[in-house]
């Protein structure tokens, strides 16, 4: 999780009463019966909750399982199809996706199987997704390619939720970037949205009831404000000032370019239940031709960088989740009260 | 040019006294005589020369003229062959290229042509290289490959001269990322290093004699510090907090892992006259499949974010080295009165 250990702290989420803890394998199974009930074939489903349980255990709660209710209302509501991984169409090697609305996850995932094959013959390989519903957490997918020894550059777009520099409306999408390596330790992933907090993090302070922190967000009428449910109405800033605005203006355009999706305040359908999600999602795949030599060198470069502070250790991107993982792992995962009934509820 | 409409105005030199205006064609006359007496052969001469110029034109002085008397030296010391435009060797859509010591310009425009050429049949190529010297402005690659309808991705390493977030020593190199896509209007070009600054802008200010703004970095023992000449010493902050650093980090470690250049503090070449260059270039361009259609919403879109502020008008990348560049065709080119001093020196 990048940016965790900043003083801000924009990652954890806020500590509340209202919640409990509940054994990771039980939060697989109550899932896998809310998807069933759902219409969802067991092969989608294992993917999907795969890729929300993995958020939820490295403690970004905002991509976990407070997305599944929603996730349920959608196929109800016909915006998203349980059962396609989507349609392949092959020019070189550029694999373009019709998701067919299908579920996030399934046709991301089965576009990057068919890029991780091509990619061994053509080098490099790209899937540009269109009509596919919300991906969850990018890490998933980069963790995935870099584990076999592969390289993976992924973006996609949202809904019109972040400022512009300067501006004082939303127009740009929260639009991630993802960068998955393999090392000779574990993979290094970089996964982060070019807002300075993520929307789904504003919600999950809404839903806990907790201010904001000062700089996060504008109201609808372009003022500042620290107010949660008022930061859902406006807009999100962009992280890292002018420089932070303009990648997330240059992936907005390169998803809208390369998959033909909606661009800026024309995006649906990644926060609401009823409407056809329009964004785009681009992967792209190379195939390392380098030996384990700079698999080794990386890895003990990455050692060298967490040693270049003095009184505390540097953290790397993907520390703090592996942490939060295995603590997840042995403690169960922390999640609100009322999310876990709503599961429950759900599943019976 | 990336963030030069902040408050911090880090893109745009102090003014001094101690300048003077050159007209651009001027300026091209007496470096074309400067490379034509190092030996550079004219047509590579052209194009380290307008990678050069067209930066200075953008008022870009950290990517301008002043490196060229740098050139001339590394030409003299043997470690850059200004004959040479790299060895290509493909490997299905992956071009590896030994920039055998080349000119940065010269290798990078050779690579570039060679992958706009391949993905116009397989879609996409990445061009990986080393062994090659300073690239100068990615903007200007991201530009021309733009220009013909495809979209480009390029990063680069440099020498070590940025600290991770929490630590205290240079580390990662200012990393640069740009993004070129075509639109209805003028391509739409990003070009931002991942350190808030350019060391070669920390050199134009120890030029000028100018102080550094507060937060832009550290001295050699880690400690902030204002002072120009303090600052080559030491480190410069990451743009962004942790996302920046974080964004920065994974360049470095793509750029090795595809290129299987040096890493970290083990690069060398990029800002002094004698060691040979080891970092890392990579290029991807990408054929783009859609039609005008997009190119429209694309130009349009960018149009509503410039309107997307209230008193002032919101800025594109691109748009205020629009400006510059034609009030440098206008009124010419404001350099210090020491380096155009400098290279007539070297012309005569």
Chains 1, 2 share one sequence.
């Not at 949202?158 to 520099?165: F, G, I, Q």
């Not at 930061?231 to 370019?257: C, D, H, N, R």
């Not at 953290?315 to 009934?341: E, F, H, K, N, Y």
Request: charged share 20%; glycine share 10%.
């Amino acid at each position: 999780v990048v940016g965790s250990h900043t003083q801000r702290g924009w990652n954890s989420s806020p500590d509340s009463a209202d919640t409990l803890e509940v054994s990771c394998d039980h939060v697989r199974d109550v899932a896998a019966e809310i998807c069933h009930r759902a219409g969802i074939p067991d092969d989608n489903a294992a993917i999907q909750i795969d890729v929300l349980l993995e958020a939820e255990m490295r403690g970004r709660a905002s991509h976990g399982l407070m997305r599944l209710p929603r996730i349920v209302e959608r196929i109800r509501n016909g915006v998203i199809n349980p059962v396609t991984s989507g349609r392949h169409r092959w020019d070189g090697a550029f694999l373009d996706v019709d998701g067919e609305r299908g579920l996030g996850p399934v046709v991301a995932n089965a576009a990057m199987k068919a890029l991780a094959v091509m990619s061994c013959d053509t080098s490099i390989a790209i899937a540009t997704i269109h009509n596919n519903n919300h991906l969850g957490m990018l890490a998933w997918y980069a963790e995935r390619i870099a584990e076999q020894g592969q390289v993976l550059i992924s973006m996609t777009t949202s809904e019109a939720l972040v400022h512009a520099w300067g501006g004082r409306s939303a127009i740009l999408g929260t639009n991630p970037i993802a960068i998955g390596i393999p090392t000779a330790d574990r993979p290094f992933v970089l996964d982060m949205a070019t807002s300075l907090v993520a929307m789904g993090l504003v919600h999950d302070y809404a839903n806990r009831g907790c201010h904001l922190q000062s700089g996060w967000a504008l109201d609808k009428y372009g003022n500042p404000t620290t107010d949660a449910n008022a930061a859902k109405q406006g807009s999100l800033a962009p992280f890292g000032e002018a420089k932070g605005y303009a990648l997330g203006l240059a992936i907005e355009l390169l998803v809208t370019a390369l998959t033909g999706c909606e661009i800026g305040r024309d995006v649906r359908g990644t926060l609401d239940s009823d409407a056809v999600c329009n964004k785009g999602d681009v992967f792209i795949v190379v195939n390392l031709k380098r030996n384990g030599r700079i698999a080794d060198r990386v890895a003990k470069y990455l050692d060298d960088v967490r040693r270049s502070g003095v009184d505390r250790k540097v953290l790397v991107p993907g520390d703090r989740a592996s942490i939060a993982r295995a603590q997840s792992i042995a403690q169960g995962i922390r999640m609100p009260t009322a999310l876990w009934d709503r599961l429950n509820q759900l599943a019976t």
